[in-house]
């Protein structure tokens, strides 16, 4: 194998090679998604929510996402591991932001960072840069402002909010930013961002058209049930098959099939 790198990504899209990339908050499912061949892993801030059962991003910490970030690179061998900057650790002001960024660095261990938001965060990101941290943008239905938007409906349909994403995306690409997210926006918009920036778009609900994509990986192993999005394909239905293996080991137990002879010492 060769490691993947953010030049790598970069030189995907001029190739018109798609990028995959899954989430991923432990070990064991981070090696499983790695050593499936994922381009790209995100430790994302989901994991409040997977994870942590909160209904929102808002209450993961920093050093919570640093635990998570650390058990994930101790599983890599190939994929780059992106790091989000959780809710609050970030906006105050540009020291901050490299401040937290560093701290996922040095103690995790991750390739790089994601912040959501555009030219409201716009210094904060170059200063990360310009310590030699790649940057991952978010723009469109940014979670963290998930009390702001009032809504987890599709974003950027109206003229005014689709311009100043595409002009988000354009400052993103020309101050060093090594790829965006985009998260559910019309696939039309995603399109012409994807065609006006020579780096990478990675879409969540945005359509084909993009240069990758991401998805939340409990939610494409259908792990996760009451989560049902038009953008979310589920690839397996581990609710179901993991309830029923439970359920079924329960029974065992209660009638002590299990452990039986060979399974004593
Ligand atoms: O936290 C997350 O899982 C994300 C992806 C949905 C892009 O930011
Ligand atoms: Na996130």
Redesign the pocket.
Known sequence: YKRITVKTLVDMKANGQKIS?L?AYDYTMAKIVDGAGIDVI?????????MAGHET?LPITLDQMIYHASSVVRAVNRSLVVV?LPFGSYQSDPKEALRSSIRIMKESGGHAV?L?GGKEIKESIKRILHAGIPVMG?LGLT?QSIYKFGTYTVRAKEEAEAEKLLEDAKMLERIGCFAI?L?KIPAELAKKVAESVSIPI?G?GAGPDVDGQ???VHDMLGMTHEFNPRFLRRYLNLFDDMTEAIAQYVDDVKTQDFPNDSEKY
């Open positions: 990339m989430t995100l430790v994302g801030d989901s994991a409040s929510n997977v991003t989000d994601k959501e978010h979670p997210v998260e990675i969540i991401v998805l939340v």
